[in-house]
């Protein structure tokens, strides 16, 4: 019998649990529709580099890849394997990448800025790596899970949102459909990001209200 889907599934349960309290409050803020500009792109976050910055700081010239992502969702930590790959698929695309850490709620313990700064150096984060302070930018995109993404074009127009891949988080599976990767890829190209959404799979973002 193989233990890793195993121990991943009885961690998914652990974490639905502790999610519980926190599915209302996210429930309230509608998701970001496709064609809708970035907003709070001016809001200045704090980065693990300590440097205040905004979307509009981090975007380039094709466009901006937002993930909303935390330290500790098994969701997060099967998924986030695939960072690196997205970073330098970004910077080869002129497309700016960052991580944002709204999990409000863990600020002061598993979420805060100095446990967000071991994590990316153990991950070896290759984007930014922002604190979203009172969920501003979680609850004005609308965003539900870690991780939930976010997919802007040279106009800050949303053209994907949803999840990295079809594997729903799993690490012991391979992806059938890249649908981040071929949404970044069609960016670039000009072509037509499709699909265009698709449910995020992961923990709630651990909001105060």
Known sequence: MKKKPILFTLAIVAALATSYAFISSGEKYEMLPIGKKAPKADVKMTDISEKKISL?????????????????????????????????????NKIGMVLVNSNEARRKGDDSIEEMKKHAADKNYNSFYTMDENSELANAFGAKTTPHVYLFDKDMKLVYRGA??????????????????????????GKKVDPAETKSVGCSIKRVS
């Open 56 to 92: 509009n700081d981090i975007k380039k010239d094709n466009g901006l890849l937002v993930i909303f992502s935390c330290n500790t969702c098994p969701f997060v930590l099967a998924w986030e394997n695939r960072y690196p790959a997205l970073g330098e698929q970004c910077t080869k």
């Open 164 to 189: 990295i891949d079809d594997t729903e988080g799993r690490d012991d599976v391979s992806p059938k459909e890249l649908y981040l990767k071929n949404a970044i890829d069609n960016l670039a190209a």
